[in-house]
């Protein structure tokens, strides 16, 4: 395993850091109206603030060692293992605490780099560590002693010298973390890579002693741990050990660790060379299968030191994704297991002449005063085409040369006296027809030209002339090539020579024969400049960064010679090879630029300064959209143009200190997500029709309730609103002649925020209420209540009054939605795009549960069945027409259901009002299952929430906003766009929901609890 894999394991841990007890979820920094945290930090433990924790995928592991006694460093150095779980100290003292030199030797030992974490038992005290004080316990009864600290509890009676301890007690937590002595802070000093926690399933013994609050305080206890460290050492790692239950219950938990460590894996429980028990397995294996879908290392220990068995726990661990190992219990030797033993391996680019913290290698080493830029892979991956610029940073003249990733040899492939040759990052060079494009003026104008690889046979692509040019009078740039997957197109960027604060670049494609000139993107006319087109691996979409012109006051990111153009705001897109279609991939305000694709075509990767960097970095994002996951990490270095390595294993780009233009090198890291870790984000092609086409909303609205008038209609055609939710208002008795297809036809033809010809109406959604009957809908007749008919089962348990549950499998219900004449057929009619299916929750309605039972009818299958039924019905007629299910997010864990919906929307995820408008909102649910119901939750609640708690005992605010979350994740995780709807008002409220909310990945709206009021959309 080289360096590279092993270093780049750290820096996913900068991106995973949380240092908050929950970032996701309201604290005691978020408005002031949300539960407070139930724990607080130890008082020498300084606050740190960070943004809520990035995901990141950790795969670079593929052995580990696990020794606590006996350690021979010199022994283990010679060993291959890539990780190695050991003790800080030989003896678990300070006495003997291993140096920073010695940890330094191990870390570039003989055997290959290694990750070492370092042991410590945050569950338990144990008597011979350097914080224990014999007195506690003076007289050995395994009793703390008079004047022993209030968090020490008793001997474990299975373990001699380890203590229970109270580990919610900022006493303890002081021990652990948060001033130079403490035993966290050793750790960071001797150099460990990470930790690996023990007694993390401590929290079950005080919850079987009736603290219901135990395993949230071991989860923020450990998100606080990492956070400290994180703060003190980027890519600190948090591993673990047990205890992989809390990653179902807790989503912050899981994105915070980089892994976990399970003991007794198949074998060794309850004894050792037992075969673990099939109740055991069936536990933890599915919580194990969580970590591994994160992208989380799971290291799996068995004891039994029978060769069979170990034969047998190494292939059924690996066949799940766990890294295997087995050893006896007592943790005391090297073990290294016939058959398995780990391969010896040196640093793969030995040429390398520097690393950085966050696992980067630089690459090149260019003359003084030159810059090398723009690195792209060769097609089998073993060399890097680049741009070296002689006199700086953009500084030409420049050529093109060419990087043996074996040797680290660079050869010169082309260039001509005083003229510029500058290749594009991304896809510059052609697998099918072995030739790459560049762009030159060595004709004295910027023109677009290809070569093959040996740099022979060049040949002029363009031939710009003043007809072409977009500002009169001028010439044109023709920039930044790219080929299309099977060679016979080259897409360009033609910009105007104008000054850079009016550039307005425009995207054109052209044959690779010259012929077939075609603009896709106007930038003069739509008031956008366009740059960088890269082309997808499939050959279906065009990627490029789009700004609107203004002030220079960012760092440079054009790659012409001495354009010195700065950004204020470029986000990334994609369209059709056509130039239709086009949809925004990054949304959020930042300087998103360089991009190129993974070579699966699921991830893009770009230089950014996303979340307020100082200088850009690298990240990648999903192709449709979703949370940047940070790829480098530092804050002193300009990070940009890079370019993904066809195996997917590695990203290249160029960096240089500060963000002034100073000349550049080349560099190489891991890349953050895997392939399996991108399967859980499908693209296009692999989405239903409907699924697709929600792909690309970043921001939606929501209103039922009300009589639309021409006026707020006219607000929300001219909003930013990608997608609209709207009652089917003719549904209503008192609105029958309504014009519904007009009002759609009016969103549908209303400019999108792309601002765009070419870009997607709004889609617009219809609201109906699949779980109950209305009493102001059309269908209802006059003598109908409750029990008349049957399926009416009661009254609405929210208090919405004139709702009613009902027994949706009754054929009667089921004739009005998809009978002949329906209110389905009259949706579809009137052009709406899909349906939004409210109460889904019904089949968890008692009145609905207690019809059920009576009838020998599944109200869950019911419901499922039902919510396909109502699909398959809209499908029929358009194939792309949309469901999305509102609520009951726990569905999720039902693959048949996912099937055929196309997203879920979640109400109240964070806050919530009353029924009827009373509250309108601002009701802080708890945050976590140990505050529902608690006194210090209810007594936190404004006076309007408070009563709202009381009166309706089976209300949302008895539900915590983890419990959601729980759900609404895994249903993300297998790939569903997931809406949220809370109802706030304040605008510090607003503010945290949508933070939160995208953090996650999510799509938020809030608003009013009674959804009728327009609000404008949140950038």
């Not at 007749?781 to 549950?805: C, H, M, R, T």
């Amino acid at each position: 395993m080289s360096v590279l894999a092993l270093l780049a394991l750290m820096l996913s841990a900068v991106a995973c850091g949380s240092t908050e007890p929950s970032p996701l979820l309201p604290t005691a920094e978020v408005p002031a109206t949300a539960a407070p945290p139930p724990t607080e930090a130890p008082p020498t433990a300084p606050e740190v603030t960070a943004p809520p924790p990035i995901p990141t995928q950790v795969t670079a592991i593929h052995d580990f060692l696990y020794q606590l006694q006996n350690l021979d460093l010199e022994a283990i150095g010679q060993t291959g293992y890539d990780l190695i779980v050991m003790d800080y100290s030989a003896a678990g003292d300070d006495e003997t605490a291993f140096t920073a030199d010695q940890i330094a030797t191990l870390k570039n030992s003989p055997g290959g780099p290694k990750i070492l974490l370092a042991y410590m038992s945050i569950g338990e005290a144990e008597d011979y560590r350097f914080y224990w004080n014999p007195d506690w316990d003076a007289d050995d009864d395994g009793q703390p002693d008079t004047g022993a600290p209030a968090w020490l509890d008793v001997v474990n009676p299975d373990w001699e010298g380890n203590y229970k301890i109270r580990y919610w007690d900022p006493g303890w937590q002081a021990i652990i973390y948060g001033n130079p002595g403490s035993y966290l802070d050793k750790i960071i000093a001797a150099g460990f890579d990470g930790v690996y926690l023990d007694i993390i399933d401590a929290y079950g013994y005080y919850e079987e002693q009736g603290r219901h609050s135990a395993a949230r305080e071991m989860v923020d206890f450990v998100i606080q741990l990492a956070g400290y460290a994180r703060a003190r050492r980027p890519g600190f790692l948090i591993f673990p050990q047990n205890a992989a239950e809390l990653a179902a219950d807790f989503p912050d938990y899981l994105a915070t660790v980089d892994g976990i460590g399970q003991e007794e894996v198949y074998y060794g429980y309850p004894d050792d060379g037992d075969l673990s028990s099939p109740d055991f397995l069936s536990e933890v294996e599915p919580n194990l299968d969580l970590f591994v879908k994160a992208g989380k290392t799971v290291l799996a220990t068995a004891y039994t030191t029978d060769p069979t068995q170990i034969d047998d726990q190494y292939a059924r661990a690996r066949a799940r994704g766990y890294v295997p190992f087995a050893t006896v219990r007592d943790l005391d030797q090297l073990t290294i297991n016939a058959g398995h033993e780990p391969e010896t391996s040196q640093p793969a680019f030995t040429f390398a002449y520097e690393t950085r913290p966050d696992g980067s290698f630089r690459l090149t080493d260019p003359p003084p005063g030159a810059s090398d830029q723009n690195p792209a892979f060769s097609p089998d991956g073993t060399r890097l085409l680049f741009t070296r610029f002689e006199n700086g940073y953009n500084e030409g003249p420049s050529a093109i040369y060419l990087l043996d990733l074996t040797s680290g040899a660079v050869s010169l492939l082309t260039a001509a006296p005083d003229s510029d040759n500058v290749n594009l990052p991304g896809t510059s060079w052609n697998a099918a027809t072995e030739r790459i494009t560049f762009a030159s003026d060595r004709d004295d104008t910027d023109e677009v030209w290809t070569m093959a690889a040996d740099g022979s046979d060049l040949f002029r692509v363009t031939r710009n002339t003043p007809v072409l040019s977009q500002v009169e009078g001028t010439a044109s740039y023709f920039i930044e090539p790219s080929f299309s997957p099977d060679g016979q197109w080259i897409i360009f960027e033609a910009d105007p020579d104008v000054p850079e604060d009016q550039q307005q670049g425009s995207i054109w494609k052209v044959r690779a024969d010259g012929t077939g000139l075609t603009q896709l993107t106007d930038g003069p006319s739509g008031d956008t400049d366009d740059r960088q087109p890269n082309w997808s691996p499939s050959g279906d979409r065009i990627l490029f960064q789009r700004r609107a012109p203004g002030p220079s006051t960012g760092p440079s990111t054009t790659l012409r010679t001495g354009s010195g153009q700065s950004s204020d705001d470029w986000n990334l897109y994609t369209m059709a090879p056509d130039g239709s279609d086009v949809r925004q991939v990054t949304i959020v305000p930042s300087s998103d630029t360089d991009a190129s694709w993974s070579p699966d075509g699921r991830w893009i990767v770009y230089s950014s300064d996303y979340g307020s960097l100082p200088v850009p970095n690298i990240f990648v994002i999903p192709v449709n959209g979703g949370e940047p996951i940070r790829a480098t990490h530092n804050e002193t270095r300009y990070d940009g143009a890079p370019s993904w390595s066809p195996d997917g294993q590695w990203i290249a780009f160029e960096s240089h200190p500060g963000d002034e233009d100073i000349p550049a090198a080349l560099w190489l890291i891991t890349a953050p997500v895997t392939e399996q870790a991108a399967t859980a984000l499908p693209a296009d092609s692999d989405r239903l029709p409907s699924e697709a086409r929600l792909a690309g909303v970043t921001h939606w609205f929501y209103m039922i309730n009300v009589n639309l008038e021409p006026e707020m209609v006219n607000q929300i055609a001219a909003s930013d609103y990608d997608m609209v939710v709207l009652d089917f208002i003719p549904s209503e008795a008192n609105n029958t002649d309504y014009p519904m297809a007009d009002v759609i036809a009016q969103l549908h033809n209303a400019p999108h925020h792309f601002d765009c010809a070419q870009c997607k109406p709004k889609l617009v959604i219809a609201y109906i209420d699949t779980g109950q009957a209305e009493e102001y809908r059309t269908y209802w007749q006059a003598s109908w209540g409750i029990g008349n008919p049957q399926w009416i089962v009661g009254a609405d348990p929210d208090g919405w009054e004139g709702n009613f549950p009902v027994a949706y499998w009754y054929d009667e219900w089921r004739e009005i939605w998809l009978g002949e004449d329906s209110y389905l057929q009259a949706i579809l009619d009137a052009g709406f795009d899909g349906v939004y299916l409210d109460w889904v929750e019904a089949y968890s309605d008692e009145n609905v549960t207690a019809i059920a039972q009576r009838e020998g009818a599944d109200p869950k299958q019911e419901m499922i069945w039902w919510v396909g039924d109502i699909a398959d019905f809209g499908r029929a007629q358009r194939p792309d027409f949309i469901v999305i299910a509102q609520n009951a997010a726990e569905l999720a864990k039902d693959d048949d259901y996912l099937a055929v919906i196309d997203a879920i929307a979640q109400e109240q995820v964070w806050f919530d009002g009353g029924a009827d408008n009373d509250p309108p909102g601002d009701c802080p649910l708890p945050r976590t299952e140990a505050e529902v119901d608690s006194d210090a939750y209810r007594q936190s609640l404004s006076a309007p929430c408070h009563k709202l708690y009381d009166d309706y005992p089976d209300s949302t605010l008895h539900v915590s906003s983890d419990e959601y979350l729980r759900y609404l994740t895994l249903a993300r995780d297998k790939g569903k766009i997931i809406f949220t709807v809370d109802y706030a008002l304040e605008p510090e409220n607003v503010a945290w929901v949508y933070e939160a909310s995208r953090a996650l990945g999510f799509v938020p709206f809030a608003n009013n609890r009674g959804l009728d009021r327009y609000v404008e959309p949140v950038p």
